[in-house]
């Protein structure tokens, strides 16, 4: 049977104010009656009700994270996945939980907007993609204290995120050390920061030792949409000698099937991914990738989101390096 504070008062002949004190470790209540209290607690097995407590102290003892629109995708991969674990991990540690809140596609601002009016979460992790202007001001007027992963080109607040241009100079440079010369690009959607900026270190690199630097295709990450492109890109730029992936995961292997089903020798042909996964170790073929610092990236996620909560000022923006790695 769960007890309320109302009943254990009675029990003890005390206030419920002063039961309170006692749970509470507040002053106000002798030692002797404190223990008292406690031990008439214990043995009644009497549990704290959780949603009262949360409206007395005006906060949820929960913090969520927003995923991305196309779900399947993001939870199939590494990246989201470890930023989840990251940010839970955090959370865990101030006795937090983590609440993982799924987009409305049609209404994207219906989601940020019941997340604020419901007061469900006592702050917000963001992924930058789906942040807009719209969206960006309704977060600024509101109280609810959030931060991003990612960048967006309108506003940095408390962003995290990987050095995506220079990353994709490095990736690209080595793909050239290795000899290849007729490379092409093939990136996620474009209105994405990240893709903008990794498709801009692309052609920097290639720029700078004077080869051609336009064969880039952009495409949403959906298997079949990407699956098409990527078919079409190739049959269109038929003297590729390697690829650079500015997105990794099962986007990665989206590419791969489509180089496969059309014939291309894997032996001679260069790839680079902006992005590592454990299953490239395994593929009959090199590739280079690019490991992004994504726990600790994760980790920042969480440690601004808790200053923000405690009035503090955390960076307005994080920046990492990422490693390169080959298979």
């Known amino acids: 049977m769960n007890y309320t504070i109302a009943e254990i008062s009675e029990m003890a002949h005390v206030a419920k104010s002063t039961v309170s004190k006692a749970l509470n470790g507040q002053k106000g209540v002798s030692e002797a009656k404190r223990q008292e209290i406690l031990k008439l607690v214990g043995d009644m097995n009497y549990r704290p009700n959780l949603a009262a407590r949360a409206l007395a102290k005006r906060k949820t003892e929960t913090i969520g994270l927003i995923i991305p629109a196309d779900v399947d995708y993001t939870l199939s991969g590494v ?3 470890v930023i989840i674990a990251a940010v839970a ?3 865990s540690k101030r006795n937090y939980n983590l609440l993982l ?16 009016l419901k007061q469900s979460v006592d702050g917000l992790v963001i992924p930058a993609e789906l942040l807009s202007p719209q969206s960006y001001s309704m977060l600024a007027s509101s109280d609810m204290p959030f931060v991003l992963q990612g960048r967006t ?3 940095e607040h408390c962003c995290v995120d990987v050095r995506s241009e220079e990353g994709a100079v490095k990736l690209t440079k080595r793909l050239m050390e290795k000899g290849f010369s007729r490379i092409g690009c093939i990136a996620g959607p474009e209105s994405f920061l990240y893709t903008q900026e990794r498709i801009s270190g692309f052609k920097k690199a290639l720029a700078a030792a004077s080869l051609p630097s336009d064969m880039v295709m952009t495409t949403l990450y959906s298997e079949k949409e990407t699956k098409e492109n990527v078919r079409r890109f190739l049959e269109e730029h038929k003297d590729l000698d390697a690829l650079f992936l500015a997105a990794g995961g099962e986007f990665a292997f989206y590419v791969f099937e489509v180089l496969k089903d059309m014939g291309v020798n894997m032996d001679n042909f260069g790839i ?13 073929f090199p590739v280079i990738s690019g490991r992004q610092p994504i726990r600790q990236m994760g980790a920042q996620d969480a440690r601004n989101l808790f200053q923000l909560m405690e009035k503090e000022n955390p960076p307005s923006l994080s920046l990492f390096d990422i490693e390169i790695l080959e298979s």
Do not use: H, Q
């Open 272 to 284: 680079a991914v902006f992005d590592e996964y454990r299953p490239f170790k395994f593929l009959p």
């Open 89 to 91: 991990d955090e959370a």
């Open 79 to 81: 990246y989201w996945s």
């Open 101 to 116: 809140i799924m987009l409305n596609k049609e209404n994207p601002l219906k989601t940020l907007e019941d997340t604020i």
């Open 153 to 155: 080109s309108f506003c």
